[in-house]
């Protein structure tokens, strides 16, 4: 089930931010959306996720447009980590990540055993399976990241769009969370995540997607994106291109470049 954008223009007030936008994110694939402060890399995920309407331009999941999904089915299939998680009320952890499944259950419906198990693997998945006795006022920056992450894959969404998910995590944390989103594209998944950091973005994601000013600049496998000119021309950056122990091409910025 592909999700993809084609000729794609929002505006947040009276300044557009995205112009002209068109790409196709596959499923099995992790996409990274790299790009300079302000270059429109939340906005076109949260208009992925359905959560911002386009000025023009449409958001298509397979043949549908993603505006005339059911709000309901909408959340089954895509699941969005926001860039600044909150939790606006005291609950236990797993009672939060249960949350997750309310797309799934009818209305004043108890959990059910499929429930269960989905919050369970969702826990166990984020490593937060010894928070799930705790509340949220007892938790961590980077734990309360790590539950909410839990909570969107509770609801086991054929699409994984997080906005930032790194920000708040430890390094031993970010590895491990890169890796799962991995694994979630080796099941099948489709995983679009916003990144800042050009070497992670390198070994975790198949494509990139280089916005600036609100305009593709590049997107292809990572190999090629990831690139020397496509990195000048986003964000003004020289690069030196190092393999690592896999073999993968690494871009690491040395300076900016020379008008």
């Excluded at 084609?6 to 790409?23: I, N, Y």
């Excluded at 991995?182 to 099948?188: D, F, H, I, K, P």
């Amino acid at each position: 089930m592909e999700l993809s954008v084609s000729d794609l223009a929002v505006s947040l007030g009276a300044r557009r931010v995205l112009e002209g936008v068109s790409a196709a994110f596959r499923p099995a694939r992790v996409t990274a959306i790299l790009g300079p402060n302000g270059s429109g890399k939340s906005t076109l995920v949260k208009t992925l996720a359905g959560l911002l309407d386009a000025d023009a331009g449409q958001v298509r999941l397979d043949t549908r447009q993603l505006a005339r999904i059911d709000p309901r089915e909408r959340a089954r299939l895509i699941g969005y980590l926001p860039q600044d998680p909150t939790v606006h009320w005291n609950i236990g952890v797993r009672d939060l990540v249960a949350l997750g499944r309310l797309p799934h259950r009818s209305p004043f419906a108890g959990m059910s055993p499929e429930d269960d198990a989905a919050v369970q693997a969702a826990l166990d998945a984020t490593d937060t399976d010894r928070l799930a006795a705790r509340t949220a006022d007892q938790l961590s920056g980077g734990e309360r990241a790590r539950v909410l992450l839990a909570r969107v894959l509770a609801g086991t969404p054929q699409w994984l769009l997080a906005d930032e998910p790194l920000a708040s995590l430890d390094p031993v944390h970010q590895i491990a969370l890169l890796d799962r989103l991995r694994a979630l594209a080796g099941e099948g998944m489709g995983v679009v995540i916003v990144l800042h950091d050009l070497i992670q973005a390198a070994r975790a994601a198949d494509d990139v997607l280089l916005l600036n000013q609100g305009r593709v600049i590049a997107f292809g496998p990572a190999g090629e994106a990831l690139a020397h000119q496509p990195l000048r021309q986003a964000f003004g950056v020289e690069v030196m291109i190092v393999p690592d122990e896999q073999g993968r091409l690494l871009p690491v910025p040395i300076g900016r470049t020379r008008d």
